[in-house]
């Protein structure tokens, strides 16, 4: 297997975006990753599209070819494929075309991720839970908030962890998102108002859960001695893993592991050579405030249990020790659900070329998790200068 | 890369199976597949799964996940990825899944592909548009059979194709389901009724279109050195090659040329060191009667524009010089959309092992097409013993 490098990164503005198309939106993040790279689009061989729900939210399926047409690269012929695992499809989107890079199958490979969703109004939220089980948990009413919701009373109960906990996570992804141009929501909330914000699902209320949000984001990766010619910054995909768990949350043993993530850790860890400790930077999958939590704790930041003293102690702040969601993360910087895990690997990368302004960190390795709906799927990828 | 062969195949039923929910008809094919290569699931290191619609046919994605999960594999935390590209999402799933292997990151893994149809009744149609261009498509009416009827009409006009050259494609898949136990239509018909039929869109007949059909089926695949530990008749597929196409019919610059089938077959025969005049065996994607005559041609089988020839002549014919379609083919063995490019990899390895019953070919390489929508995806499958 050859080296995967990462030379170019592109991502459109995170938010309602009313005036733009799909396609507008998706071509806006291709294009700028093309042009950080110094490409033409003639010089990529395939292309992967993370999409979540073209089918509901557009009416639209055979994504893939889609934009690969309106990219104007179809007389290119090249291949162009679709993953789906409802919010980490991004994350496959990667894995994807890191694996055709990685084999030698192709040497310059683009992985997008896109989801417009505002145009379906309040059917957003059951579409999204179209990510769980259907027949056994949605047809009994659940949403993905009263999951997740299960899961932060369960957490609280076992561990002592805290409603202000939470809301500390919203709070410091707030805080981040100020410093990033690209994210939905650019202001500061104060511990107050997100205690104060209405329930949505008991015990998480409105600033514990992500919005859905229209963007896409795109990277192009290349082979190492290719990647050297294009750049003199290439950011390396040490490790790029994926794991699955039981879809319904009734299914699995323990409500607070989720088991895909740390299979996928654990992979990426000992592939890449590195351990828990020398993630220097983290964008982790904050659908809910407690899944930052439940990260930390199955990525191996934290001790099982003892996720909330991050938070509490500011180990996860921009200024602490690991600084987790630099880029304000699902809740703050938006969820445009098939894109957040490109979009995660776009900030990993801004990060590690120290290219990311104000919210720059100071790390040698980078780390990206991308869970879909309540962790039925995780992909964990390492990166490094 | 490592050459990669098939080890077990398993096939549903296809047709409108009410009975059956969408995790249990996976769950047939899996099994069968499973007991064929005489392998336990918990051998299986990864998991490729082909779906159109989910979301739309049954308001489920995440598919991949759900399935490891039914399938007991979710202890196992593998890896399990959807890829859709419409009716070609099968073929994509098989190239995914060859490509896992021949790059040595897995030795066996699983390719299904499956769709559940029936139970939203006439909206299935409307929902295989969504393989189109639904902006400038889909919105001004278009379906996916009056797109071929356009095809089909241009062809007549071109190349001088008759009615009788598209239904003596019907009449001979319909001949051939005949002796396949798993397909939808186990009749013969006569040309007379097809040229009688009612029109869907002129000129295009009911028996001129497959049928939208429930059904699964799926692949094992593994390396040629664990493949010889399980199987003394190991299929290889010395090539799998995928290609792009203009989504929208208004945007190619020939409407009787599949670039992206073209593209893919050059792709294929080159790697696999054969020519088209090779091939002994084929499945083809006749989503349409008009779609297997553009096949013949695409493929090189035929010169462009002579493709009605082959049919005439009886080339094409279980008894032929390149039997097409030896299943019943879309038409009659059924396509269930997403399962359909798996499907014709079961065929041709059944054909290639000599197991193929009362339809058995002779045939030292086999071929598979698959097409999403009207050619905007495409893969050819190049099968050998």
């Known amino acids: 297997m050859r080296r995967v490098a990462v030379i170019g990164v592109g991502q459109s503005k995170f938010g309602e975006l009313w005036d733009s198309s799909f396609r507008d939106i998706v071509l806006s993040a291709g294009v700028e990753a093309l042009e950080d790279a110094g490409l033409e689009g003639k010089e990529l061989e395939a292309m992967y599209i993370?999409?979540?729900?073209?089918?509901?939210?557009?009416?639209?399926?055979?994504?893939?070819?889609?934009?690969?047409?309106?990219?104007?690269?179809?007389?290119?012929?090249?291949?162009?494929?679709?993953?789906?695992?409802?919010?980490?499809?991004?994350?496959?989107?990667?894995?994807?075309?890191?694996?055709?890079?990685?084999?030698?199958?192709?040497?310059?490979v683009i992985a997008a991720g896109a989801e417009k969703v505002t145009d379906v109004g309040s059917k957003a939220m059951e579409i999204l839970a179209s990510a769980t089980d259907r027949e056994w948990e949605v047809f009994t009413g659940a949403t993905l908030a009263s999951l997740y919701a299960m899961i932060a009373r369960l957490h609280m109960r076992e561990f002592g962890t805290k409603p202000e906990d939470l809301a500390m996570v919203s709070v410091k992804n707030h805080k981040n998102a100020t410093l990033n141009p690209k994210a939905q929501f650019r202001r500061e909330i104060s511990l107050e108002v997100a205690l104060n914000s209405p329930y949505v699902a008991e015990p998480l209320r409105l600033f514990d859960c992500a919005p859905l949000s229209d963007g896409a984001a795109a990277v192009i990766l290349a082979s190492e001695d290719i990647a050297k010619k294009y750049t003199d910054t290439p950011v390396y995909i040490s490790a790029c893993s994926q794991a699955s768990d039981y879809?319904?949350?009734?299914?699995?043993?323990?409500?607070?592991?989720?088991?895909?993530?740390?299979?996928?850790?654990r992979q990426?860890?000992?592939?890449?050579?590195?351990?828990?400790?020398?993630?220097?930077?983290?964008?982790?999958?904050?659908?809910?405030?407690?899944?930052?939590?439940?990260?930390?704790?199955?990525?191996?930041?934290?001790?099982?249990?003892?996720?909330?003293?991050?938070?509490?102690?500011?180990?996860?702040?921009?200024?602490?020790?690991?600084?987790?969601?630099?880029?304000?993360?699902?809740?703050?910087?938006?969820?445009?659900?098939?894109?957040?895990?490109?979009?995660?690997?776009?900030?990993?990368?801004?990060?590690?070329?120290?290219?990311?302004?104000?919210?720059?960190?100071?790390?040698?390795?980078?780390?990206?998790?991308?869970?879909?709906?309540?962790?039925?799927?995780?992909t964990v990828t390492i990166f490094t200068r």
Not at 59 to 83: F, K, M, W
Not at 247 to 265: E, G, N, P, W, Y
């Open 50 to 108: 993370g999409n979540m729900s073209g089918g509901r939210y557009l009416g639209q399926e055979h994504i893939a070819a889609l934009i690969a047409d309106y990219a104007g690269l179809a007389e290119l012929n090249i291949p162009s494929t679709r993953v789906e695992a409802a919010d980490a499809s991004g994350g496959l989107a990667l894995r994807q075309a890191c694996m055709a890079v990685a084999s030698g199958m192709h040497d310059i």
């Open 247 to 265: 879809i319904a949350l009734h299914s699995r043993k323990d409500l607070l592991t989720m088991q895909a993530v740390v299979h996928a850790a």
């Open 268 to 378: 990426a860890y000992e592939q890449a050579g590195i351990e828990a400790k020398d993630v220097g930077v983290a964008e982790v999958h904050d659908s809910f405030t407690i899944a930052e939590i439940l990260a930390y704790e199955d990525l191996g930041f934290a001790k099982k249990g003892e996720g909330a003293e991050l938070i509490r102690e500011g180990v996860t702040c921009l200024d602490g020790e690991i600084p987790v969601n630099p880029s304000g993360g699902l809740k703050a910087c938006g969820h445009a659900v098939g894109a957040t895990g490109i979009r995660q690997a776009v900030e990993i990368t801004l990060q590690l070329r120290g290219e990311a302004g104000k919210r720059q960190v100071d790390a040698e390795n980078g780390l990206a998790l991308n869970v879909g709906g309540t962790g039925a799927t995780a």
